[in-house]
């Protein structure tokens, strides 16, 4: 995989596929950018798993936060890592232990392991480094537009709403 230059496709069905993410580095303060990104999974319908060490016990947005991944009772179908790259490392290869593995690792803005991509590659789990799925999700949808950005998506299709109350796009939209 091209880790400099995902196919639209290739983020598209991640983000399709996958409904329990873990985030690993996740953050109690609402200022933090990890806590912004939970919400907004949360929000979108993602059941949104925290992990961080230093909360483990206690709650963030309605959510049970552990300690680390081994810990978390159910299976994980995306990691999406909010730590440092050389942190992402050992996130991965705990990742790598998980029976059954996640389908995807994901690493946010900044976060390049190409190491540990690797690994994960050669066990068949799928990986994105130094994205956001917030971003992603926003771009591929259609309503990171809405705040004047430009998603690199041209549709003169009408957008698929989801759901009742605030306004959403849907990754399902026609393309």
Not at 25 to 39: E, M, Q
Not at 105 to 123: F, H, I, P, T, Y
Not at 167 to 173: E, H, Y
């Given at each position: 995989?091209?880790?400099?230059?995902?196919?639209?496709?290739?983020?598209?069905?991640?983000?399709?596929?996958?409904?329990?993410?873990?985030?690993?580095?996740?953050?109690?303060?609402?200022?933090?950018?990890?806590?912004?990104?939970t919400k907004y999974l949360l929000e979108?319908?993602?059941?949104?798993?925290?992990?961080?060490?230093?909360?483990?016990?206690?709650?963030?947005?309605?959510?049970?936060?552990?300690?680390?991944?081994?810990?978390?009772?159910?299976?994980?179908?995306?990691?999406?890592?909010?730590?440092?790259?050389?942190?992402?490392?050992?996130?991965?290869?705990?990742?790598?232990?998980?029976?059954?593995?996640?389908?995807?690792?994901?690493?946010?803005?900044?976060?390049?392991?190409?190491?540990?991509a690797a690994r994960a590659e050669a066990?068949?789990?799928?990986?994105?480094?130094?994205?956001?799925?917030?971003?992603?999700?926003?771009?591929?949808?259609?309503?990171?537009?809405?705040?004047?950005?430009?998603?690199?998506?041209?549709?003169?299709?009408?957008?698929?709403?989801?759901?009742?109350?605030?306004?959403?796009?849907?990754?399902?939209?026609?393309?």
């Amino acid at each position: 995989m091209d880790h400099d230059n995902y196919p639209n496709d290739y983020i598209r069905g991640i983000l399709q596929s996958v409904k329990t993410i873990a985030l690993v580095g996740a953050s109690a303060n609402p200022a933090r950018p990890s806590w912004i990104v939970t919400k907004y999974l949360l929000e979108r319908g993602y059941d949104v798993i925290p992990v961080n060490p230093g909360f483990a016990g206690s709650e963030l947005l309605g959510k049970p936060v552990y300690a680390s991944l081994k810990d978390i009772p159910q299976p994980i179908d995306m990691v999406e890592i909010f730590r440092n790259s050389e942190a992402a490392g050992p996130i991965t290869d705990e990742a790598l232990q998980l029976d059954p593995l996640p389908r995807v690792v994901w690493m946010q803005l900044s976060v390049r392991n190409d190491e540990a991509a690797a690994r994960a590659e050669a066990k068949g789990v799928k990986v994105v480094l130094d994205r956001c799925p917030k971003i992603e999700f926003g771009r591929l949808s259609g309503e990171i537009s809405w705040q004047g950005v430009n998603s690199r998506m041209l549709s003169a299709k009408k957008p698929v709403l989801a759901g009742k109350g605030f306004q959403k796009l849907s990754l399902n939209r026609p393309r």
